[in-house]
Structure formats: C-alpha cells, structure tokens
C-alpha cells in the first residue's frame, strides 16, 4: 500500500521553533511528528511512502533517509513553489497506479489507517475524507425564540462540528481533476467532483487526533506521545 504525507509547510504559526526545524520534524517526545506518522503507517501494512516536501526539504531528506530504519521505502518528492494540499499529487502521478492514502504532516493520530484504507477502496466512491467530531465550548447562551416570544434558553452549549481530519484515501481516476504545476487544495477537489457530481464518502473517526497547527497542541502532543506513541519504535538507527 502506498501514502504520500505533506511535509512542504512553512509552520508559520509555529515559530519561532519552526525557523530551525521544519514542522513535521519537531520532537514530540523521543520522535518526531513525521516519524510518529511513518512508524504508524508501516504497523498498518504501508510499504511505499511518499514525502512531499519544499520548505527545508533538503533537511528532511538528510533526517529520514530511505526509510530502512522503519522499515518501508521512502520517496521524496519536491515543490519549487507552493502546490496546495493536492497540487503535489502531480508530481506523483506516474506513481499513483493504486488506491492510495493522503495524509497532512502535522497531524497525530492512532487511526488505523488500515481500516480507513480498505473503506476507501470499498467505497463506490473515488474519495474518502476521513471526518473528526469536535465539541466545542460555545461561551454565551443559546436563545430560542418564536417571534418576539423567548421559548428555551440554553446556556454555554458544547457546538459539535464535523471536521476534515486532514486524511483521504482516493483512487487515480481523480487524479486527471487536478492541474499541472498550480496551487490546488483539497477543498477545490472536492467542490469540483461534487460539481461533476462524482461521490465523496466519508470515514468518520473515534480515535484519538491533533492537528498541530500552534504552539498550544504542540505542547499537547508532547504529552500525547507517552499515551499513545512512546511503543513506536525505529528499526534501526541507521538509514
């Protein structure tokens, strides 16, 4: 099974830590956030994957290697300019023969990517967006009212919103959707094959997941690593 994992971001909302070490590459406890996501991918069955990089992308390739030390093969593909979520996959097309996995670079998650996999490729549909449930606090009363009349007060409700957790499983054929050489994010794919009335499916998730997008959930992974990441281990500490 094949994956491509995007590691091209600047981290800007990350910094000052990402002015040195690119985003997927900070420690998160004995690991780092990109390695937590190959270590976990290779334990569900993934053999090939894809790193798509451009900021400090030459620091990535010289960090990971070929992928020996855990135990699948790596592949690094590189932007010269900004692409989006999935203008990278153009670079990758020769290779995309397959069902195959998308996942961001910032996120940590004990997924099994397996199962997610073979949802996708069940699926009828050529995509399969993995979904996150979030409660959020809301901080001021619900009112309900029939004209001018107040009929219920709720107060602070918890909001439950329906995310993208930043992981598809998507098959070639929509491969063909995506132009050459622009900046293409995944709300563009989706907005056009729902356009074209082609089907979207989604996965919806119950495990644990953190997007590590600001400093407040970097300092929560470093916690979330000894509950959930600490058992993932390199092959080796050679490349």
């Keep these: 099974m094949k994956a491509i994992i995007l590691a091209g971001g600047l981290g800007t909302r990350l910094k000052p830590f990402t002015?040195?070490?690119?985003?997927?590459?900070?420690?998160?406890?004995?690991?780092?956030?990109?390695?937590?996501?190959?270590?976990?991918?290779?334990?569900?069955g993934f053999t090939d994957?894809?790193?798509?990089?451009?900021?400090?992308?030459?620091?990535?390739?010289?960090?990971?290697?070929?992928?020996?030390?855990?135990?699948?093969?790596?592949?690094?593909?590189?932007?010269?300019?900004?692409?989006?979520?999935?203008g990278p996959l153009g670079l990758l097309k020769d290779e995309l023969t397959e069902p195959?996995?998308?996942?961001?670079?910032?996120?940590?998650?004990?997924?099994?990517?397996?199962?997610?996999?073979?949802?996708?490729?069940?699926?009828?549909?050529?995509?399969?967006?993995v979904i996150k449930e979030l409660v959020r606090p809301f901080n001021f009363g619900k009112v309900v009212r029939d004209g001018h009349y107040i009929t219920s007060i709720e107060e602070k409700p918890n909001l439950h919103l329906e995310v993208l957790a930043g992981i598809y499983v998507m098959k070639p054929g929509i491969l063909q959707l995506i132009p050459a050489d622009e900046y293409f994010g995944i709300d563009n794919l989706i907005n056009t094959m729902l356009a074209c009335q082609r089907k979207v499916a989604g996965f919806v998730m119950s495990s644990y997941w953190l997007d590590i997008g600001q400093v407040g959930e970097?300092?929560?992974?470093?916690?979330?690593?000894?509950?959930?990441f600490g058992h993932l281990k390199k092959k080796s500490s050679g490349a």
């Design 49 to 86: 994957i894809y790193i798509a990089t451009n900021y400090k992308a030459d620091y990535i390739e010289a960090f990971l290697g070929n992928g020996a030390k855990y135990g699948i093969r790596l592949t690094y593909s590189r932007e010269h300019k900004p692409l989006g979520t999935c």
């Design 19 to 44: 002015e040195v070490i690119p985003k997927p590459l900070l420690p998160v406890g004995e690991s780092s956030v990109l390695e937590i996501q190959i270590l976990s991918l290779a334990r569900s």
């Design 218 to 228: 970097y300092e929560v992974a470093q916690t979330a690593y000894s509950e959930f």
């Design 100 to 129: 195959f996995l998308l996942m961001n670079g910032d996120i940590l998650t004990t997924l099994d990517f397996r199962e997610v996999m073979d949802f996708g490729v069940r699926s009828d549909a050529e995509l399969t967006v």
